[in-house]
Nanobody
Framework: QVQLVESGGGLVQPGGSLRLSCAAS????????LAWYRQSPGKQRELVAA???????TYADSVKGRFTVSRDNAKKTVYLQMNSLKPEDTAVYYC?????????WGQGTQVTVSS
């Protein structure tokens, strides 16, 4: 199992940027598929972006061209660079290692996009 801690959330104006970080500890990090999910009140948790151990990336259609997921295996950290933020990006963002059903989750970090 791997333990995950997110950071970098906050309040930002529409059109602004944030970079989320997720630091891992405990197990071999480089072999894990990693992902960012988000959840808004009353909605299901949804996949935002994912990156495999081979660094292949996948994005939700709603964030393509605006968000970038990356990983630094030496630092055991996964990042989510979020640009051109919109109010509809407001949510709690969670990182995941090892898959939705059986993987590990962080505690979440709040991102609020508002003027």
């Amino acid at each position: 199992q791997v333990q995950l801690v997110e950071s970098g959330g906050g309040l930002v104006q529409p059109g602004g940027s944030l970079r989320l970080s997720c630091a891992a500890s405990g197990s071999i990090f480089s072999t894990y598929p990693l992902a960012w999910y988000r959840q808004s009140p009353g909605k299901q948790r949804e996949l935002v972006a994912a990156i495999t151990s081979g660094r292949t990336t996948t994005y939700a259609d709603s964030v393509k061209g605006r968000f970038t997921v990356s990983r630094d295996n030496a630092k055991k950290t996964v990042y989510l660079q979020m640009n051109s933020l919109k109010p509809e990006d407001t949510a709690v963002y969670y990182c995941n290692a090892g898959g939705y059903s059986h993987g590990s989750w962080g505690q979440g970090t709040q991102v609020t996009v508002s003027s």
